[in-house]
């Protein structure tokens, strides 16, 4: 093989410049191309999204990506794991079936797919099905423990509502350790002025 061009893509959303950071997805996209292909001259394409959740394809990268892709030729789209280009079975079976139509290879490094194969296709489509469940899981497993907590009386984040002030509450844990959460307490300046507006009012 004498030439080849590669676009790697990588998606985070939220910055932590540790572990799966872009840089270090990157690297490891590169370290499998280099490991795994043979070629004198290989070019790479980066395309980033920072800050971008999975569930859906809306990403200025992944728009990039594609729009180059459409009228330039790219060999392989290489990517750290399956869920960083999505996390939806929809959107990631149409977007596989794109890059065949467009000639171009799909891999992921971590899960180690390779779309050429009628089994790597298949393998490829049930994994999409268990990152979409997993998706859902986790927002199911936040959302009922908001729930729970909001139920205890703890403020969960936001606007502060008038009258109120957010407090941080600090305790330990059976271990010792140093824990904190926050609740609503009463900002007697701004009740008072309620109270006064109600009463006004009646």
């Not at 676009?7 to 490891?28: H, P, V």
């Not at 789209?77 to 996390?87: F, P, Q």
């Not at 407090?167 to 350790?177: A, L, M, T």
Request: net charge neutral; aromatic share 10%; charged share 30%.
């Amino acid at each position: 093989m004498s030439s080849l061009v590669v676009a790697i893509y990588s998606r985070k959303s939220r910055f932590t410049g540790k572990g799966d950071s872009l840089e270090n997805q990157i690297e490891i996209c590169r370290e499998y191309i280099r490991l795994h292909f043979l070629c004198d001259d290989i070019s790479y394409l980066i395309y980033e999204d920072e800050g971008y959740s999975g569930s859906n394809m809306k990403r200025p990268g992944m728009s990039k990506l594609l729009t180059y892709a459409k009228d330039h030729k790219i060999d392989i789209l290489i990517c750290y794991r399956l869920d960083r280009v999505s996390r939806s079975v929809s959107d990631f079976s149409g977007f596989i079936e794109l890059l065949g139509n467009m000639g171009i290879k799909f891999i992921s490094v971590r899960e180690n797919f390779d779309t050429t194969t009628p089994m790597g296709r298949a393998m490829l489509h049930i994994a999409s099905v268990f990152a979409q469940l997993e998706r859902e899981t986790i927002a199911e497993r936040i959302s009922d423990s908001l729930r729970s907590l909001a139920r205890q009386g703890y403020w969960l984040g936001g606007e502060t509502p008038t009258g109120y002030i957010s407090k941080k509450v600090i305790y330990e844990d059976v271990s010792g350790k140093k824990r904190s959460y926050y609740i609503l307490d009463l900002c007697k300046e701004e009740s008072d002025k309620i109270k006064l507006i109600y009463d006004c009012y009646v």
